[in-house]
């Protein structure tokens, strides 16, 4: 069964002339959501045209009208074999993300780890064959998953999509490793650590927290040029800035560098950066003992294991 509206559900138990359409919704692992239209209209499909289940639902959504889309047959199979979404995409100079062109944020990895739905949008035939379609009925959940692999080439995009299901197969067993570098994610709760607050474990106040900063003349997508000067310099390397104003609302970015006040993003943000736009800053940690002392004061939460011998050495 696959869940859709109750309009939807009243409909095709008693009709089988029906307009149908592909919709593709993007979660990107930074915040952003893309929504397009696989018709030949952009469409806005009401919020009680999704199921409980979609991550559309809660609200009317807008489709546009971006590139080609194809894609293959999804199938439907009784058991645990994950299923999986070959999606191709015929993206134009023209077609653009923000200010970014849709091969260009493929290529620099803003797809990696999005997630994927595809709708199928039905309507009841247009009368006389012209007027704007019905949206009423809603959508259909066809296919959710994440996206594992991208490949761009001169003439099309292909992303393929693999079932959540697949995640169970690419569990790392066991799940902690010995080795000498700290294997919790930094903030987790393992690490214990209050990135907001600027606190470790125990509550103690490191005074290395959130901080806000403002894009001075220079930002661009690339790099947000500020005024703040951290300490130690390297205490926000690796962290997170948020956009919490512009055209990036929202959007989250890992922080490769962050020298002479010049945070520099591993990834561009897909809008233009405007100066006076505000962000929020969060420091990174390189999971070694010496930044878990000195700086983070999390000594008693390290998750690595520095001082096992190398194999040539074990008894």
């Not at 704007?132 to 594992?148: E, I, K």
């Not at 806000?212 to 997170?240: C, H, K």
Request: glycine share 12%; proline share 6%; hydrophobic share 40%.
């Amino acid at each position: 069964m696959r869940p859709c509206s109750a309009a939807l559900t009243a409909y095709l138990a008693v009709n089988d002339s029906v307009v149908i359409a592909d919709l593709y919704t993007f979660a990107l692992a930074t915040g952003e959501v893309l929504r397009y239209s696989g018709g030949t209209a952009a469409l806005t499909i009401p919020a009680a045209g999704f199921p409980s289940g979609s991550i559309n639902a809660g609200s009317a959504r807008s489709f546009a009208l971006g590139p080609g889309f194809g894609r293959s047959k999804v199938t439907t199979k009784i058991g645990i074999e994950p299923t999986e979404l070959d999606i191709e995409i015929h993206a134009g100079a023209g077609d653009l993300i923000g200010a970014i062109p849709f091969a260009e944020a493929v290529r620099v990895g803003l797809f990696d780890g999005a997630s994927v739905e595809l709708d199928r949008f039905f309507a009841p035939p247009q009368a006389g064959g012209s007027g704007g379609l019905d949206t009423s009925l809603g959508c259909l959940l066809w296919f959710y998953g994440r996206v594992a692999e991208c490949e761009v080439g001169r003439s099309k995009i292909q992303i393929k999509v693999k079932s959540l299901m697949n995640l169970l197969a690419i569990q790392q067993m066991p799940r902690r490793l010995y080795q000498a570098s700290c294997g919790h994610a930094f903030g987790n709760a393992m690490c214990g650590y209050d990135r907001a607050l600027g606190k470790n474990a125990a509550g103690v106040s490191t005074g290395i927290g959130a901080q806000a900063i403002t894009a001075l003349a220079g930002s661009n997508q690339a790099q947000i040029v500020t005024s703040f000067t951290p300490s130690p310099a390297t205490a926000y390397d690796e962290g997170t800035i948020t956009a919490v104003s512009g055209a990036n609302n929202g959007a989250s970015r890992t922080v490769s560098g962050l020298v002479a006040g010049i945070a520099y993003l591993l990834k561009p943000f897909l809008s233009p950066v405007s100066v006076g736009d505000s962000f929020q800053l969060l420091p990174g940690c390189d999971h070694t003992t010496g930044t878990c002392d000195a700086v983070l004061q999390n000594l008693a939460r390290f998750g690595g294991f520095p001082y096992i011998p190398p194999p040539e050495a074990a008894a």
